[in-house]
């Protein structure tokens, strides 16, 4: 049954991914470096896999994802679809371990981030103008998913327990 609880923590949640958003489109997509433009809002989908039931988790990464697809003018599906990837593989994973510890979460994420660079790379092999693909290509997407995984704790500890369940 949906309380007022929960609405309230439905409403943090917007806020909270409305938020990462702007700093997303705002401060880390104008980074210098293509390494350190992570993707904060798939650090966001692992953490609403962690806290809600795998239906809503999928909705919501679909709908995440459109809005990200949709504002970044490029590759339409590509963060639809590691997004969906995410939940799944974080919905698997509850099953094996307790994913409240941080480390577990730190791996979790690479595991996510190593998937979407992965999508991103058969993006740009299927991409004419990208070019050709180089090592420094395939290096900078596995230090991106390090870096994704170094933040993961601070972006994922922000919604523990954002439903108000104990």
Same mark, same amino acid.
């Given at each position: 049954?949906?309380?007022?609880?929960?609405?309230?923590?439905?409403?943090?949640?917007?806020?909270?991914?409305?938020?990462?958003?702007?700093?997303?489109?705002?401060?880390?997509?104008?980074?210098?470096?293509?390494?350190?433009? @992570?993707?904060?809002? /798939? *650090? !966001?989908?692992?953490?609403?896999?962690?806290?809600?039931?795998? #239906?809503?988790?999928? %909705?919501?990464?679909?709908?995440?994802?459109?809005?990200?697809?949709?504002?970044?003018?490029?590759?339409?599906?590509?963060?639809?679809?590691?997004?969906?990837?995410?939940?799944?593989?974080?919905?698997?994973?509850?099953?094996?371990?307790?994913?409240?510890?941080?480390?577990?979460?730190?791996?979790?994420?690479?595991?996510?981030?190593? @998937?979407?660079?992965? /999508? *991103? !790379?058969?993006?740009?092999?299927?991409?004419?103008?990208?070019? #050709?693909?180089?090592? %420094?290509?395939?290096?900078?997407?596995?230090?991106?998913?390090?870096?994704?995984?170094?933040?993961?704790?601070?972006?994922?500890?922000?919604?523990?327990?954002?439903?108000?369940?104990?």
């Amino acid at each position: 049954m949906v309380t007022l609880r929960h609405f309230i923590g439905l409403c943090k949640v917007m806020m909270y991914a409305m938020g990462l958003l702007l700093v997303q489109i705002h401060f880390v997509s104008r980074l210098p470096y293509e390494s350190l433009r @992570i993707d904060l809002l /798939l *650090l !966001l989908t692992v953490a609403l896999a962690v806290e809600i039931p795998f #239906v809503v988790g999928v %909705t919501l990464a679909i709908l995440l994802g459109f809005v990200v697809d949709v504002c970044s003018g490029r590759f339409w599906g590509l963060h639809v679809v590691s997004y969906v990837i995410a939940v799944v593989v974080v919905s698997k994973m509850l099953l094996r371990f307790e994913l409240q510890n941080p480390l577990y979460q730190m791996a979790v994420t690479a595991c996510c981030g190593l @998937i979407q660079g992965a /999508l *991103l !790379l058969v993006f740009f092999w299927l991409d004419q103008q990208s070019g #050709v693909l180089t090592y %420094t290509m395939v290096a900078s997407l596995v230090v991106r998913s390090v870096v994704m995984m170094v933040v993961a704790p601070i972006v994922i500890h922000s919604l523990v327990g954002v439903w108000g369940e104990n």
